[in-house]
């Protein structure tokens, strides 16, 4: 197959972006595949893991936790559901660096070389964000268990409560890759690093209207607690863009002499 032709300084049109596009979709897919075959495999220990925060509530409480399928199909649903989620986190770093190879086209040869500094800061950031999750959560549990009148024990539906866990895990893994989402795109040329100052607060805004949405809890600390952090990686990446956009002013103007 012939290599597609891009223009001297590295860029594609409108339809090379488009089939560049496809072709890391299929790339992505491809490999959370593999990952769901492994995430099958893994399943028993998966689920034993993401119920043990229910375990620890209801141990506390002097209770049995009980997780309920609905049926056949519903352990088999959840089964699938959990082989992907394990996929998500098993690829990691195989789709962040299709992310970033999709953007790549667009800048420089020498600008290239931050696909894999772009991987090795993505990977940890998304892992922390899934880990400070599943700090949180058990917290979550115990608050909305102690609502129960003592002696109660809560049948818990299965696929409602580890489809509840795995949502968390993967939002709160997605919203500590914002900044690096945000940094590449400034070294891409669509942001700059002054323009994403301006905006600092409604970084701030979204931030808590995040943590307010997605944490289970309607305490406010925990709510701080999980927007804290997105808020000082949003200026850890504002900071990376200034120091960027400096270092091209000055090559322009060392162009031009």
């Not at 667009?106 to 400070?132: I, K, Q």
């Not at 409602?160 to 893994?173: D, E, P, Q, T």
């Amino acid at each position: 197959m012939a290599r597609r032709k891009r223009a001297s300084d590295g860029r594609m049109p409108l339809v090379e972006h488009l089939l560049e596009l496809r072709k890391r979709f299929v790339l992505i897919a491809l490999g959370l595949v593999v990952g769901a075959v492994v995430g099958w495999l893994l399943y028993d220990p998966l689920l034993q893991v993401l119920q043990r925060p229910l375990e620890i509530a209801e141990e506390m409480r002097g209770n049995q936790a009980t997780l309920n399928f609905a049926g056949p199909m519903a352990a088999l649903d959840l089964k699938i559901k959990s082989s992907l989620f394990l996929a998500v986190f098993l690829t990691c770093p195989w789709w962040l660096y299709q992310v970033w190879a999709f953007i790549t086209p667009g800048l420089n040869s020498n600008e290239r070389r931050y696909a894999y500094g772009f991987v090795g800061a993505a990977f940890p950031l998304f892992l922390g964000g899934a880990y400070m999750a599943w700090l949180v959560f058990p917290h979550a549990i115990q608050i909305l268990t102690g609502f129960l009148p003592d002696g109660a024990t809560a049948f818990t539906n299965a696929e409602a409560y580890l489809s509840l866990v795995m949502r968390l895990l993967i939002a709160f893994g997605l919203a500590f890759l914002s900044p690096v989402v945000l940094v590449g795109l400034n070294f891409a040329g669509l942001m700059t690093g002054r323009g994403m100052l301006g905006g600092w607060r409604w970084a701030i805004l979204v931030a808590f209207t995040f943590a307010a949405i997605i944490t289970p809890t309607p305490d406010a600390l925990t709510m701080i607690l999980v927007a804290l952090p997105i808020c000082v990686l949003y200026f850890g990446a504002v900071g990376v863009s200034l120091l960027h956009d400096k270092r091209v002013q000055r090559r322009l103007e060392a162009a031009e002499v």
